[in-house]
């Protein structure tokens, strides 16, 4: 009967490719962070780790040649960086009885709870890569939630961008023989050690081991000396900033000349392209170059969804960046519950940045993305598809009845790679189904500690923060 259900009502419409463009179709919006990470399948045999090789810029040699001697060597440099590939998936149980319910029987019903899942899967997908973005762009940067007395140990709310260090090109971790340089609130020091206060959350609050005491306070900067670079107001520290600290055109420009004088190409398009707030839309509308650029369009969208361009920057307004919101930043901790915390902010542990400030701003970050700042590394689902269902593996295939389910593959290799299982009704009563979605992927974000000019580490990107002031 399980498999009867199948056959009649949704092997039909996975034929004809109704439930996988409907999935499809839904899923395309919700990706706009995905859509800065194009896509690389995994070569075979990988494992769930893959490390990507990027080669440094040679040493400069602006000494002419000794008369009589040979031509000087030039030292050949590379780094790496790594994609930590895992399965994502999410199952929603179908009451089947609802079917007879709606107008257009069952399979109206089915597009309708394709639908519904691939606005929840392009979301977390699209999620997935926005944490990785902002993570690596954040790294380096964080405050002190208590206190030391004087010692060697310094209470951090983030360990993002501290707990490691690079040694011939490799990350390593932050060790007595592989330490690197920080400062704290101004003052130079080495740091020797990272200790997480959860050892589940490496990334989250922790004790950093430095080689020379210092009498350290609560809520004071700590930076790395490879820190991302983040661009703010007035080029104050995050506790500075008030609500007036709005967003202005001037910090996204600085945004792009940074990126340009780190070599960083534009997209394809030949801008570089801002994601922002709503909310930093709004604030831009007021300052008079971005206000030319919207009313020259009419208000109207342009066809690739963004606002619309000022000089080399295309604006798109982006509600899925970080903001407060159990849909948006789940999971968030306060740093008040910390050991002996003198801080008081919301931390978000996902992609490892404060919500608000100590005086209790709402921050708001844009970023500003050039090109290959980040990529998705993929296990094509598909070759699974097909080996379960005892297929011989070749090209792509849209569905397959394995066992006694239904398996399709749905959106784009680039975009998507998501597989959907429909499992007919198993229960009693016959009554229950339930539909999953899946997929296995990592976010790469690109290194280039040695080449351009800064000392950021993750150059190809920068996260502007404003401060905000939300409806009571």
């Not at 494992?47 to 040679?58: E, I, K, L, R």
């Not at 790496?80 to 399979?107: D, F």
């Not at 919301?346 to 980040?374: C, D, H, M």
Request: glycine share 10%; charged share 15%; hydrophobic share 35%.
């Amino acid at each position: 009967m399980a498999t009867d259900y199948l056959q009649t009502y949704l092997v039909p419409l996975a034929q004809k490719n109704y439930l996988q463009r409907s999935f499809g179709e839904a899923l395309v919006p919700q990706i706009m962070y995905l859509s800065l990470a194009p896509s690389e399948q995994m070569p075979p045999g990988s494992g769930g780790t893959v490390t990507n090789t990027v080669p440094g810029v040679q040493d400069v040699d602006l000494n002419p040649n000794v008369p009589g001697e040979d031509s000087s060597t030039a030292s050949n440099t590379y780094e790496w960086y790594i994609a930590r590939i895992k399965q994502h998936s999410k199952s929603r149980v179908v009451p089947m009885n609802q079917a007879a319910l709606t107008l257009e029987g069952a399979p109206g019903y089915w597009m309708e709870i394709m639908k519904e899942q691939a606005i929840a899967c392009g979301t977390t997908l699209n999620l997935l890569a926005r944490n990785a973005l902002f993570k690596a762009y954040l790294a380096g940067n964080t405050v002190t939630y208590a206190a030391n007395g004087n010692t060697t140990s310094v209470h951090l709310v983030s360990g993002n961008g501290f707990r490691t260090t690079i040694v011939d090109g490799e990350e390593q971790p932050l060790s007595v023989n592989n330490t690197r340089n920080v400062e704290i609130n101004g003052t130079a020091r080495v740091a020797s050690g990272w200790t997480p206060l959860d050892a589940a959350n490496p990334d989250g609050a922790g004790v950093l081991t430095i080689t020379v005491a210092l009498n350290v306070l609560v809520n004071q900067p700590v930076k790395a000396e490879d820190r991302s670079r983040i661009i703010r107001p007035n080029n104050g520290g995050l506790d500075s900033l008030v609500a007036s600290d709005g967003a202005t055109m001037a910090l996204f420009r600085r945004a792009a000349t940074e990126l340009e004088n780190d070599g960083v190409p534009t997209m394809p398009d030949g801008k570089y392209h801002c994601h922002v707030p709503p909310a930093v839309c709004n604030e831009l509308r007021s300052d008079n170059e971005f206000q030319r650029m919207y009313e020259s369009r009419g208000g109207l969208y342009m066809e690739d969804g963004s606002l619309g361009v000022v000089g080399n920057l295309r604006f798109f307004s982006n509600n899925q960046s970080p903001q407060p919101g159990r849909n948006n930043s789940p999971d968030t901790i306060l740093t008040s519950t910390l050991p002996a915390s003198g801080r008081s902010t919301t931390f978000a542990p996902y992609w490892f940045g404060e919500l608000t400030n100590q005086k209790g701003t709402v921050i708001n970050r844009s970023i500003v993305v050039g090109k290959a700042a980040i990529k998705t590394m993929y296990v094509d689902e598909s070759a699974n598809m097909l080996a379960e269902g005892g297929a011989p593996i070749g090209p792509r295939s849209s569905f397959a009845v394995v066992g006694s389910t239904l398996q399709m593959m749905s959106g784009s290799n680039n975009m998507g790679n998501v597989r959907v299982t429909i499992r007919p009704p198993i229960d009693k009563l016959g009554q229950v189904s339930d539909v999953t979605w899946s997929t296995t992927r990592g976010y790469a974000v690109t290194s280039n500690l040695l080449s351009g000019q800064s000392n950021a580490r993750n150059k190809r990107a920068l996260v502007i923060e404003t401060g905000f002031a939300p409806l009571d």
